[in-house]
C-alpha cells in the first residue's frame, strides 16, 4: 500500500469508530449567508464510497464546497457490508425479493431530501447525485432502478466507478450469503428457490458484532456483500437498460467522458457497452490508475517485477471472467504496459480534497493540509466546472 493512501486510511480511521446498523442520518450544508435574489439553490448530494463494506459520509464536510458554489451539499450515511446487502435469493427472476437494503437506503434519503430540502434553501426539482468509486456505482444502479421514481434526482456525476466496473456487482451472492449462514450455525433449506428467507431470518436473530465477526474473504479483486440481482432495486434484465437508455450523442449535456474499455466486465458482456442517458445528466470521472493503492510505495516508484506483475493479473482474470481467459490476460498486458517511463500518477481518491475545497481552507478533516497556490487554483477550477454542472447540466 503506498505511503499516501496509508496517511489517508489513518486520518480517516477517528470517523469510522462505534459504527452502527441505526445509522439512517444525514447532513445538509448551506452558504452562511444565501443570496436573496435566489428562492431556492441547486442540492448536491455525495454517496461516498471506498467500499461496499465499511465507509461513512461523515468525514466529508460539504461547508467550503457549499459556501463557495451557492450550493445546499448533503452527505448521507446507509447500511454495508451484511447489513445492507445480503442476498440469499438463488432465483429473483421467479421470487423477487427486495436484498439491496444499502441502496433502498439512499433512496430513502433522496425521499426525504425530496421532501424537506425546501425547509433548508434547497431546490427539490435540481438535485444531482455525485458518487467515489462504489459510491459512484451505487448511484449507477439508481439510475435504472424500476424503485426509483422520476424526479427523484436530476443529475449524476461519477467518479473513479460505474456500475459496469468489475467490482460493482456481485455475482453470486447466495454464495456468501451461505457461507455466512454456515458460521452461524443456521439451518440451510433444501430448497432455497422456495425458503431462502429461513437464512434470513436465521442471520437475524444474530448480535451485530458476531455477523461483522465473521471473516467471509472473497476471492481478490470480487466483493462478498454488495450490490446484486434482487429482481426488485436491481432487475433481473438489467443489461437490458444499458443496451438501451445509451448511445452517442443521445444526452443534451455531459461532462468530461473518459470510460475505459477494460471496464466492461465480461461475466456481463450482455449489459452491453452503453449507459443511462437518456434519462439523466451524466458527468463521468474516472482514473486510469484508480487500483494504484493496492501496491506497496516501493512498487510504485520502482515498477513491480513481470513475474509478479503476471500473477496478479492472472489472478484477476481468473476471479473476474469466464471464457477466453488467455486472450484476456495477453489483453491486460499489453494495454497496462507503459512502452515510456512516465509519471506515477494520481492515487485513487485523490481529487477529494479539491472537490470539497480542502485547499481553499488549507485543508480540514481527513484531508491533509499544506496546499500550494497551484492546488489552490486547481481546486477553484473543480469547484467551478462541478457548479456549473449542477446548477444547469
Same mark, same amino acid.
Given at each position: 500500500m503506498?505511503?499516501?493512501?496509508?496517511? &489517508? %486510511?489513518?486520518?480517516?480511521? +477517528?470517523?469510522?469508530?462505534?459504527? !452502527?446498523?441505526?445509522? =439512517? &442520518? %444525514?447532513?445538509?450544508?448551506? +452558504?452562511l449567508?444565501?443570496?436573496? !435574489?435566489?428562492?431556492? =439553490?441547486?442540492v448536491?448530494?455525495?454517496?461516498?464510497?471506498e467500499?461496499?463494506?465499511?465507509?461513512?459520509?461523515?468525514?466529508?464536510d460539504?461547508?467550503?464546497?457549499?459556501?463557495?458554489?451557492?450550493?445546499?451539499?448533503?452527505?448521507l450515511?446507509?447500511?454495508l457490508?451484511?447489513l445492507?446487502?445480503?442476498?440469499?435469493?438463488p432465483a429473483?427472476?421467479?421470487?423477487?425479493?427486495?436484498?439491496?437494503?444499502?441502496?433502498?437506503?439512499?433512496i430513502?434519503?433522496l425521499?426525504?431530501?425530496?421532501?424537506?430540502?425546501?425547509?433548508?434553501g434547497?431546490?427539490?426539482?435540481?438535485i444531482?447525485?455525485?458518487?467515489?468509486?462504489?459510491?459512484?456505482?451505487c448511484?449507477?444502479?439508481?439510475?435504472?432502478?424500476?424503485?426509483v421514481?422520476p424526479?427523484?434526482f436530476?443529475?449524476a456525476?461519477?467518479?473513479?466507478?460505474?456500475a459496469l466496473s468489475?467490482?460493482?456487482?456481485?455475482?453470486?451472492p447466495?454464495y456468501?450469503?451461505?457461507k455466512?449462514a454456515?458460521?452461524m450455525?443456521?439451518?440451510?433449506p433444501?430448497?432455497?428457490?422456495?425458503d431462502?428467507?429461513v437464512i434470513?431470518d436465521?442471520?437475524?436473530?444474530v448480535?451485530?458484532?458476531e455477523?461483522?465477526?465473521i471473516?467471509?474473504?472473497?476471492?481478490?479483486?470480487l466483493?462478498?456483500?454488495?450490490?446484486?440481482?434482487?429482481?426488485?432495486?436491481i432487475?433481473?434484465?438489467?443489461?437490458?437498460?444499458?443496451l438501451?437508455?445509451?448511445?452517442?450523442?443521445?444526452?443534451?449535456?455531459?461532462?468530461?467522458l473518459n470510460?475505459?474499455?477494460?471496464?466492461?466486465?465480461?461475466?456481463?458482456?450482455?449489459?452491453?457497452r452503453r449507459?443511462?442517458?437518456?434519462?439523466?445528466d451524466?458527468?463521468?470521472?474516472?482514473v486510469?490508475?484508480?487500483?494504484l493503492?493496492?501496491?506497496?510505495?516501493h512498487?510504485?516508484?520502482?515498477g513491480?517485477?513481470?513475474?509478479?506483475?503476471d500473477?496478479?493479473?492472472?489472478?484477476?482474470?481468473?476471479?473476474s471472467y469466464?471464457?477466453?481467459?488467455?486472450?484476456?490476460?495477453?489483453?491486460?498486458?499489453?494495454?497496462?504496459t507503459?512502452?515510456?517511463r512516465t509519471?506515477?500518477?494520481?492515487?485513487?481518491?485523490e481529487?477529494l480534497?479539491?472537490?470539497?475545497?480542502?485547499p481553499?481552507v488549507?485543508?480540514?478533516?481527513?484531508f491533509?493540509?499544506?496546499?500550494?497556490?497551484?492546488e489552490?487554483?486547481?481546486?477553484e477550477s473543480?469547484?467551478?466546472y462541478?457548479?456549473?454542472?449542477?446548477?444547469t447540466?
Amino acid at each position: 500500500m503506498p505511503k499516501g493512501r496509508l496517511e &489517508y %486510511l489513518k486520518r480517516l480511521m +477517528p470517523y469510522l469508530k462505534n459504527q !452502527s446498523e441505526d445509522c =439512517l &442520518y %444525514l447532513n445538509i450544508f448551506a +452558504p452562511l449567508q444565501m443570496d436573496e !435574489s435566489k428562492l431556492t =439553490l441547486p442540492v448536491l448530494v455525495y454517496i461516498h464510497g471506498e467500499s461496499y463494506s465499511w465507509s461513512s459520509g461523515n468525514p466529508y464536510d460539504g461547508a467550503v464546497l457549499a459556501s463557495y458554489t451557492d450550493l445546499i451539499v448533503v452527505t448521507l450515511n446507509f447500511r454495508l457490508g451484511v447489513l445492507g446487502f445480503l442476498n440469499a435469493n438463488p432465483a429473483p427472476h421467479l421470487k423477487a425479493r427486495v436484498a439491496n437494503y444499502g441502496l433502498m437506503d439512499q433512496i430513502a434519503a433522496l425521499h426525504w431530501v425530496q421532501q424537506n430540502i425546501a425547509l433548508f434553501g434547497g431546490d427539490p426539482t435540481n438535485i444531482t447525485l455525485m458518487g467515489h468509486g462504489s459510491g459512484a456505482a451505487c448511484i449507477n444502479f439508481l439510475m435504472i432502478s424500476p424503485t426509483v421514481m422520476p424526479g427523484l434526482f436530476h443529475r449524476a456525476i461519477l467518479l473513479s466507478g460505474s456500475a459496469l466496473s468489475s467490482w460493482a456487482i456481485v455475482d453470486d451472492p447466495v454464495y456468501y450469503s451461505l457461507k455466512l449462514a454456515k458460521h452461524m450455525n443456521c439451518t440451510i433449506p433444501e430448497d432455497m428457490t422456495k425458503d431462502h428467507e429461513v437464512i434470513v431470518d436465521c442471520l437475524r436473530e444474530v448480535s451485530i458484532e458476531e455477523l461483522l465477526s465473521i471473516d467471509i474473504s472473497p476471492p481478490n479483486f470480487l466483493t462478498d456483500f454488495g450490490p446484486s440481482i434482487d429482481g426488485v432495486v436491481i432487475k433481473t434484465d438489467f443489461g437490458k437498460d444499458f443496451l438501451t437508455l445509451y448511445s452517442t450523442g443521445d444526452f443534451p449535456s455531459f461532462g468530461p467522458l473518459n470510460i475505459m474499455n477494460q471496464n466492461f466486465h465480461t461475466k456481463r458482456s450482455d449489459s452491453g457497452r452503453r449507459l443511462f442517458q437518456n434519462k439523466y445528466d451524466l458527468m463521468f470521472g474516472v482514473v486510469t490508475c484508480e487500483a494504484l493503492w493496492k501496491f506497496s510505495a516501493h512498487d510504485i516508484q520502482n515498477g513491480i517485477e513481470p513475474d509478479k506483475r503476471d500473477r496478479m493479473l492472472r489472478t484477476y482474470v481468473r476471479n473476474s471472467y469466464t471464457y477466453h481467459l488467455s486472450e484476456i490476460f495477453y489483453t491486460i498486458v499489453n494495454e497496462y504496459t507503459d512502452w515510456e517511463r512516465t509519471r506515477t500518477g494520481a492515487v485513487h481518491g485523490e481529487e477529494l480534497p479539491y472537490i470539497f475545497g480542502a485547499p481553499l481552507v488549507d485543508g480540514f478533516g481527513h484531508f491533509p493540509q499544506n496546499y500550494t497556490k497551484s492546488e489552490v487554483a486547481l481546486s477553484e477550477s473543480i469547484l467551478f466546472y462541478i457548479a456549473n454542472f449542477v446548477k444547469t447540466g
